[in-house]
Nanobody, 125 residues
Framework: QVQLVESGGRLVQAGDSLRLSCVAS????????MGWFRQAPEKEREFVAT????????AYADSVKGRFTISRDNAKDTVYLQMNSLKPEDTAVYYC??????????????????WGQGTQVTVSS
């Protein structure tokens, strides 16, 4: 399996931008489709964005479409989540995840086998 480490989360104000990174190690990063999920307190983990192994397709949750952008750099074994126009409701722990099977445009958490430890994003109003 691949090991994942997220970074970049912090406290920001509403309207600010933030970029999260997730660095992979272990098995070949380019073998995996990648996803970002988030989990707010007392809520279920929810899908945010996903990208294919080569970056040719992306998909987003409706709540972040037009504000967030997922991308990857296979040469750096890294996937990114650029978050613009942040809102207080974006506050959550953000996780990156890796999936070795076919790509899904509307994945759920159980579709991913490898997870990072998460990074906290807090958006103040």
């Amino acid at each position: 399996q691949v090991q994942l480490v997220e970074s970049g989360g912090r406290l920001v104000q509403a309207g600010d931008s933030l970029r999260l990174s997730c660095v992979a190690s272990g098995r070949s990063f380019s073998s995996y489709h990648m996803g970002w999920f988030r989990q707010a307190p007392e809520k279920e983990r929810e899908f945010v964005a996903t990208i294919t192994w080569n970056g040719d397709r992306t998909a987003y949750a409706d709540s972040v479409k037009g504000r967030f952008t997922i991308s990857r750099d296979n040469a750096k074994d890294t996937v990114y989540l650029q978050m613009n126009s942040l809102k207080p409701e974006d506050t959550a722990v953000y996780y990156c995840a890796a999936r070795a099977l076919w790509w899904k445009s509307r994945p759920v958490a159980s579709d991913f086998a490898s997870w990072g430890q998460g990074t906290q994003v807090t958006v103040s109003s």
